[in-house]
Structures are given as structure tokens and as C-alpha cells.
């Protein structure tokens, strides 16, 4: 593939991507912050992302096993949650973590186990079309190729 | 007024005798150069903000807990330090403006902003940052002393704002 199928390819991917609902006008906020000073940017602040998206999606699948629930602190958890998808544009997790704070609020503990599944599916989901949108990015750099804003 | 490249240093100055006219001209200097203490227990929004603070051409300091700000400023362990020559300056540290988030663990955002307005920073603008847009929570901090109540994820465009506050702050302009 040559190099001007490659950046339209990319183009069409990330214009899918928000169409879609996986990324907001968040996450187009990051892009713009990326210069030639710091041009792995994006993927630094994607990367510490998707770190601390696992670490609490473990810690939840933990306390959501216990025999006395906390849902004190799930829901704490969930609020970290909320507020760093939000800070990418990680927008459709957000909004599960939106439906999961009202299912901790009620203490339905059945709600919360859906919700926790619905948040692990739309992660998986996001970081796999980042990994391939960053793919697609390097190999533009690669072919000398700037990747279109 | 000219705003210097941002470092992310900030140095420790060791006070040396010098003419008082140099001493009021490196401070001069200094003081053209904004230092935000950015704080927030979120790594993934330290690390936002700070982006967005250095691409606004301000030097940053982050840290990560209402704690660490209250160390940094050197209110944990003793009560209001005595004044030193300018306002804003303690300890060899400059700070122009202190951003918080709200919903910290152990000290709050809140708890945080009392704190610096019941001691000898209390004229360093704070601002609080929240996901979450609830009136009595901003009415709150605003009645609390803060110059700004804003709403995450912050952009390019908020940072305009703070400018203004910080500008205003200036002892000489």
C-alpha cells in the first residue's frame, strides 16, 4: 500500500472511531497537545490509560467476590475510572461507568456485575482500535509520511 | 509582558548576599515566569494537564495527593510560616497559581483550598477541577476562596482563563 493509501486509510479509521462512539472531541484534544517536543504524546497518555484501566478493572472483579460488598469503594473505583476514560475520550467507557455508579448507588450487586462485564468488552474494545489507529500511525512515519491532523 | 519557556524544574534558591537591586531584578524575572502547582491523584490527569500547563507556556509542578501540595508548600507539620520578602515566594518556592482536583483521597481539593487560604499563600489563586458539575459543590469552593471552579476534562480553551487570574495576581504589571 502505498503511502497516500495509507494515510487515507488512516484518516478513515479515526473518523470511524468518533463516528462510532469510541472517541470523543477528548481525544482530539490530545492530538492537538502532541508536537515535535513530546511526539509520542498520545500514545504516553494512552498507554498510562490503558495500565490503570486494568488495575482497577482487576481490583473490581475483586471486591464485586466478596462475601460483604464494598460498594464504597467499587464506586470509587468506578469514579477513577469514569474520569480517566473521560480525560482520552474514551467516551463509551465512560458511559458504562455512568450506569455502573447508579447501579453501586442502589447496592445491586447484579447491576454491578453486568456493568462490569459492559466496561471490560468496551475497553478491549477501545484499546484494540487504538493499538491498530497507533499501528497505522508508525506505519506512515515508517513509509516518511506525516500523519494527517 | 513576555512569558518565558516553561522548565519543569524548580530550584531550589540558596540566598546569597547580593546588591538589593539584583536580588529585585532576579525576582523581577522570576516572576515573569508563571509556576502552576498542579494537583491531582490521577496519573493519566497530572500528566494532561501538565501537557496542557507547559503548552501554555507555564513552568509546572505536579503532585499527586492534597498532602504532597501541603508539604510542598510547607504548611503540613507547623502552622502559617512567616511572610519572607515577596508574597508568593516561601522556601525558594514560587508559586503563581495552585490547581486541585476535588475528589482527592485523604485531603480533599477542598480541604486543600481551606488550607491554603487560612495561611500565608491564602493570595495565590486556587483552582478546583471536578468531573462532576454539581452547584452546591462549586458554590461551596467558590464560597471557600477559590478563583475558578472547572469542569474536567480540561482543554486548551480553559487554560485562557486562568491567565487572566494569574495576571491579576502580579504584584507589579
Not at chain 1, 59 to 78: G, M, N, P, T, W
Not at chain 1, 129 to 136: D, G, R, V, Y
Not at chain 2, 106 to 120: C, E, M, N, V
Request: charge should be negative; glycine fraction near 4%.
Amino acid at each position: 500500500m502505498d503511502l497516500v493509501q495509507l494515510q487515507r486509510q488512516f484518516v478513515d479509521y479515526r473518523t470511524s472511531l468518533y463516528h462510532e462512539g469510541f472517541l470523543d472531541e477528548q481525544f482530539t484534544q490530545l492530538q492537538e497537545l502532541q508536537d515535535e517536543n513530546n511526539p509520542d504524546f498520545v500514545v504516553e497518555v494512552v498507554s498510562l490509560f490503558f495500565e490503570d484501566s486494568e488495575r482497577l478493572l482487576n481490583e473490581l472483579a475483586r471486591a464485586l467476590e466478596q462475601q460483604s460488598i464494598d460498594y464504597k469503594r467499587i464506586d470509587a473505583h468506578v469514579h477513577q475510572l469514569k474520569g480517566s476514560s473521560s480525560s482520552i475520550g474514551a467516551q463509551r467507557v465512560q458511559k458504562v461507568c455512568i450506569a455502573f455508579r447508579n447501579y453501586c448507588e442502589e447496592q445491586n450487586v447484579e447491576g454491578c456485575l453486568k456493568c462490569l462485564q459492559q466496561v471490560w468488552h468496551e475497553y478491549s474494545l477501545v484499546k484494540t482500535k487504538l493499538e491498530s489507529l497507533f499501528q497505522l500511525e508508525q506505519q506512515i512515519l515508517t513509509a516518511g509520511g506525516s500523519i494527517p491532523m | 509582558m513576555e512569558l518565558m519557556k516553561s522548565e519543569n524544574i524548580v530550584q531550589d534558591r540558596q540566598p546569597q548576599p547580593q546588591e538589593e537591586e539584583e536580588i529585585m531584578q532576579q525576582e523581577e524575572e522570576e516572576e515573569q515566569r508563571f509556576h502552576v502547582l498542579a494537583v491531582d491523584d490521577s496519573v493519566i490527569d497530572r500528566k494532561l494537564l501538565e501537557k496542557l500547563l507547559k503548552a501554555s507556556s507555564y513552568q509546572v509542578t505536579c503532585v499527586e495527593s492534597g498532602e504532597k501540595a501541603l508539604e510542598y508548600l510547607g504548611l503540613l507539620h507547623h502552622s502559617s510560616p512567616a511572610s519572607s520578602s515577596s508574597q508568593h515566594h516561601h522556601q525558594g518556592h514560587k508559586v503563581n497559581l495552585i490547581m486541585t482536583d476535588f475528589s482527592m483521597p485523604g485531603t480533599s481539593g477542598y480541604d486543600l483550598l481551606k488550607r491554603i487560604k487560612g495561611s500565608s499563600w491564602k493570595d495565590v489563586p486556587v483552582v478546583v477541577m471536578s468531573s462532576e458539575n454539581v452547584p452546591s459543590r462549586i458554590s461551596m469552593c467558590l464560597e471557600g476562596g477559590a478563583e475558578e471552579f472547572m469542569l474536567k476534562p480540561l482543554q486548551l480553551s480553559d487554560l485562557h482563563k486562568i491567565q487572566a487570574h494569574l495576571l491579576k495576581s502580579l504584584p507589579h504589571s
